[in-house]
């Protein structure tokens, strides 16, 4: 057999991190030992919005999606036995990214590590916290110059640091067409770089070299032909930009350099086992085509939609790549792409579209502008609700979903199927944090946030007072209340009253009649309060359901994102609604839902009837309705009309009336 | 009942506040007559002057909501309690509505003294039905301050200016709303203009000036209250402490100059002529002697509730149309 030339694979990570800092360790170390090559760190909700584990909004979130990190110390645990120095990291952080960074470094430093030696990645992309993901806390403007704060820090004393992803993922998530992740990306990224540009110190020349360091998170979905033109027409697009606006001569520096995590979102719950080979045809449209693969890939395990995965889980998901870049002979081959008319149609016809509407962000001043005025945002909705449209109405197949439903019993969901955290991992959080606010130096941490606060007043970069200020002993919630008193707090917009949805179909307007009939004999149209209590601020779901509740002639209090369950219960009650629906991505469902009804029940509104929805497994659920929940919704309930219907149903029964009789043959819930 | 539902209402007891609003909208006979007794108990015992009353008015995207917000914290600030009616458009089509405001009005988050409503226009184009006259009455009852915040459609302000003691117009820099304003002609609606997001600069301080120059053109009585206009930023924080003290301060000069009573009297008049016209048609006022006929009677009776009034009108034209109810 002869040596043929192999490529290097990408970066295998997997995101993930839960509980405490001590439990991810382990979990990294495992994933390590199995062959991962670089680490991933998902962060708890309230270290991604800047609160200590005991601030009551964080009551209900701490180590639920991810890990908590509330000082130096969580910092160094989590990274306990691993050499920093060899280690390629990547932080799914954003509005407290300066923050986690200067946690990272202070605690590289303790290891006899410093900060030009570390490599890695912040993804420190607010934008699309506005548009999708929702775990910003600044306004634009000081949110963009904690960004590029990072930009002129790390290109100065941390080279192999990667300061921003600037991403496309969540804008998939949150609807986008190719298209509109292609424009709105780019569109980001020129923002980012001219706001770095508009810096008095970040020399002219030192903007190549800027440039260079500005990498991509991408999303992957199941349309993988599509995908791979997609990648292909951003590599080339990219050359394009940062050549004409930037003047970056060295074609090195104008590479696209991107990482993934393959489409989430589109993991069914229902027969999910198929997942497993979602997964493998997205991690192919972003590996395939040499000239546009990644740099990095991360892969969901199969039971996402389910719950947490366990261990064994997203081990299955590390093999896939393994296999996909050791056994296969994919990476000994140049692009196998270059010349086909097919792919190079599509990509140019991706790349004259994306141009299109790159022009009109431009027109509106930008990225940050078309953010502030909504338009990104409405455009994301309404893509969002054609595509939930068309899964509706069969147009769009979903295997296992709207089409090809009859399954034998699946072994692999017979029994545990997900990991069930701890709850004990809250309580020891805030217990650790209260011991560490003890022992510390109380003068050095006054000291060092005066001087984060003068840097903040006074324009100076961030990152410096913020590393002083880890080693100090300031807490996540301390840095992030520093900034909140000078920046003040944000709430982006939503989207959601963008014009009229799609033509109604026929089950819309079934649904129409007796919201109204329901109506007059209520005596006043039917009102419906939809909100997020906790910290998760994937606000997709919670404003399509608003969307879809319009559509059939629902009048939709809509109140957003960051709620507590008081606010929740003092608004239902003051708006007069007749039902509310939850929305809870984030596995706290249980704290947060139960809470929201004992406060209802203070508030003099016991009767009134609350909905969920969320990743809820089937077990809390029941939890749930027992609780007297009425109704739980999971990623399985796709059709939205169906849900209008039975909120109907729930609201008519609330008012003394029994649930219309439906038609024999309709869809099982 | 209706004495039990108003010493609770001027208690500020939020669940009857809610249960108030809700049985004002309650279009089923029954509640209907409950609500009306209510709201004649209301306005009859009505203090004078009694709760302040302001229009928020301007294009979508003004940052109307934003702006609330920071007056309500201001408001705040000086202990006086305040109320919003918020009223967004509804769908044409389907009659369904998404109510957004208050994401931007996080002022009312845990405070006892501060108190959102969300409302759909429903067939209103500027939103100001019924409904709102009666949760602007209802709100009235217990709280300091009651704000209206209505999207400007060009035709809805006149309806707000009937209902409030102080129109604000918000306006957004460098949008080209100054001009549609001027050419709507409803300079001489408006009682203070908000130029919001001053911390755009230029383009704020042209949209200020193009109004100046609007207001100095506008025809006006002589010696009436000539509209100031605020450079605000809702988001800094800017200019928010000067525009709650012009407010106050049209407040004082409405009272002292009896402009208020006038406004609301003659308010009142425009309601009741509206509501019958709704319900009974041109036809149905006619048989009751038009509008100069409700005007007469109206004026005939001062003591009356417009409420009452609308409604003891109402069964006029019903006997003189002849048709049982």
Known sequence: ?????????????????????????????????????????????????????????????????????????????????????????????????????????????????????????????????????????????????????????????????????????????????????????????????????????????????????????????????????????????????????YGVADPVLRRFRYGVQVNSLGLTEAQPENNVIRIVLEALGVTFSKRARCRALQLPAWNEALGLPRPWDQQWSLRIQQILAYETDLLEYEDLFDGSHVVEKQTRALIDSAKEELARVAKMGGAVAAVESAYMKQQLVAANTRRLREIESGERTVVGVNAYQETEPSPLTAGQSILVVDGSAERDQVESLRAFRAKRSAGEVTSALRALDDAIVSGHNAMPVSIRAAHAGVTTGEWADALRKRFGEYRAPTGVVAGESSAATGDTESVRKRVRVLASR????????????????????????????????????????????????????????????????????????????????????GDLPVVVGGIIPEEDARALREAGVARVYTPKDFDLTRIMDEIVDVVALQAGEAPAQRAAGERSP | MEADLVARLRNRDRAAVAAALNLADDQRPGPRAQALALLDALERGE?????????????????????????????????????????????????????????????????????????????????????????????????????????????????????????VYVANPGSGDTLQFMKAGLLELVDVFVVNK????????????????????????????????????????????????????????????????????????????????????????????????????????????????????????????????
Request: hydrophobic residues 45%.
């Open chain 1, 1 to 245: 057999m002869s040596q043929t030339h192999r490529d290097r694979p990408w970066v295998f990570r997997t995101y993930s991190g839960h509980s405490s800092a001590r439990a991810s360790n382990a979990l990294y170390r495992g994933n390590l030992a199995k062959g991962q090559t670089g680490l991933s760190v998902a962060f708890d909700l309230p270290t991604q919005t800047g609160f200590d584990s005991d601030h009551p909004l964080a009551r209900g979130e701490v180590g639920k999606v991810g890990v908590p990190i509330g000082h130096i110390e969580d910092m160094e645990a989590l990274f306990a036995g691993i050499p920093l120095d060899r280690m390629n990291t990547s932080m799914t952080i954003n509005a407290t990214a300066a923050w986690l960074l200067a946690l990272y470094v202070a605690a590289a430093e303790r290891s006899g590590v410093t900060a030009s030696q570390l490599s890695g990645t912040t993804q420190n992309d607010i934008i699309k916290e506005y548009l999708s993901r929702g775990t910003y806390v600044f306004p634009p403007e000081p949110s963009m110059r904690l960004t590029t704060d990072i930009v002129a820090y790390t290109v100065a004393n941390i080279p192999k640091w990667n300061p921003i992803n600037v991403c496309s993922y969540h804008l998939q998530e949150a609807g986008a067409t190719p298209t509109q992740e292609i424009a709105f990306a780019m569109a980001n990224a020129i923002a980012v770089l001219d706001a770095v540009r508009a810096r008095s110190d970040v020399p002219a020349e030192a903007i190549p070299d800027v440039v260079g360091r500005i990498s991509f998170f991408l999303n992957a979905g199941i349309r993988f032909v599509e995908e791979i033109c997609k990648a292909r027409a951003m590599a080339e697009l990219w050359d394009e930009i940062t050549a004409e606006r």
């Open chain 1, 522 to 605: 209520l005596g006043r149209p039917l009102k419906l309060l939809v909100g997020k209590p906790g910290l998760d601020g994937h606000s997709n779901g919670a404003e399509q359901i608003a969307v879809r509740a319009r559509d059939v002639g629902i009048e939709v209090v809509y109140e957003g994102i960051r709620l507590t369950p008081a606010e929740i219960a003092s608004s239902a009650r003051d708006e007069g609604v007749h039902v509310i629906g939850l929305s809870i991505l984030s596995g706290s469902h249980g704290v947060l839902v139960v809470d929201v009804l004992e406060r209802l029940r203070a508030a003099g509104c």
């Open chain 2, 47 to 167: 203090a004078s002057p009694g709760s302040a009353r302001i229009g928020v008015t301007g294009a979508p995207g003004a940052g109307k909501s934003t702006l609330l917000d920071a007056l309500l914290r201001g408001l705040r600030r000086t202990g006086q309690t305040v109320a919003v009616v918020a009223v967004d458009p509804s769908s044409q089509r389907t009659g369904g509505a998404l109510l957004g405001d208050r994401i931007r009005m996080r002022a009312g988050g845990g405070d006892d003294g501060v108190f959102i409503r969300s409302m759909a226009a429903r067939d209103r184009l500027g939103g100001i039905a019924e409904q709102t006259w009666a949760a602007v009455a209802i709100l009235c009852a217990a709280f300091d301050c009651v704000f209206v915040e209505t999207v400007g459609v060009g035709q809805s302000e006149a309806a707000v200016a009937d209902l409030v003691d102080t129109l």
């Open chain 2, 198 to 325: 001053a911390d755009t600069g230029a383009p704020a301080q042209r949209t200020a000036r193009e109004l100046e120059a609007g207001v100095r053109m506008a025809e006006r009585e002589a010696k009436s209250w000539e509209p100031p206009v605020s450079l605000v930023s809702a988001r800094d924080g800017t200019g928010v402490d000067a525009l709650l003290a012009t407010l106050a301060a049209h407040r004082r000069y409405a009272i002292d100059a009896g402009a208020l009573r006038a406004r609301r009297a003659s308010g009142r008049e425009r309601f009741v002529i509206e509501s019958l016209t709704r319900r009974y048609g041109t036809f149905g006022v006619a048989a009751i002697g038009g509008s100069e006929g409700v005007i007469e009677q109206l004026r005939s009776d001062p003591a009356r509730s417009s409420f009452g009034a609308a409604s003891a009108l109402g069964h006029a034209i019903e006997s003189a149309l002849g048709s049982p109810r």
